[in-house]
């Protein structure tokens, strides 16, 4: 059994360790409040810009989204990983790891495949297996609309170039605090809009609704990367507060073994020193 110093200085070590980890579950909550805040006021205006989008395009004939749908036979693809800088967030990083690895595997097998990472977490994982060719880390740092559709523009100009015949995001979906889905979505091309159903619009166009759906698609395509950041954003601090939570949690717990293991063995020496001071004494009476 250890002694009794040693229990002391556990015991100090593990209530430090529940300090840190509580601070950061208070902080990663108060910064959860407001990515939950922003992405859940985000998303009715993302779903109804992609439902005009494809409402618009459902009643026009050919090809409609110009050259951000050309459907190409796909020899090169662009897999742009969204993870965080930071650890400390449980599984949420080393989700996003195997789902890109397990797209590789299973989708791309025989295609070549570039990385653009979106988080320094994944960026170090991945570059030691796979080509990643880009890696923005800053765009944490300020996250705005205008820093993401900056990124989004060279997205849809290398797909637009050639350098790419498909890109795809792979990120976290924000679901709650608890909860992240990970999500692998088609950025470019456009898919073609299925519909069997009549599209009856009441909307009087001006100008022509081809240069409407024209002037959406980036629009569209830049609110939908920056979409997929701010749920990342939002699922980081989730899975952060989650697990420094279970780790407060657990280091309590420890905690609580450790002083039951150090008022026992305390107890045990007590013990001991009053059984030799009586031995001692009755030595000497007798």
Known sequence: MANLKEIRNRITSIGSTMQITSAMKMVSAAKLKKAQDAITAMRPYSSKLTELLQNLSATLEGNTGGAYSEQ???NKVLLVVITSNRGLCGGFNSSIVKATVKTIQEKYSNTEVELFTIGKKGADVLSKEYNVVDSRNTVFDDLTFENVAGVAEELMKQFVDGSYDKIEIIYNRFKNAATQIPMVEQFLPIKPIESDENVSLDYIFEPS???????LIPKSLKTQLYKSIRDSFAAEHGARM???????????ELRDELKLTYNKA???????????IVGGAEALNS
Do not use: F, G, P, S
Request: charged share 40%; net charge negative.
């Open 266 to 276: 305390r107890q045990a020496a007590i013990t001991n020193e009053i059984l030799e």
């Open 209 to 215: 609704k081809e240069e409407i759906v024209l002037e």
């Open 242 to 252: 989650t697990a420094m939570h279970k780790a407060t949690d657990n280091a309590k």
């Open 72 to 74: 190409r036979e796909v």
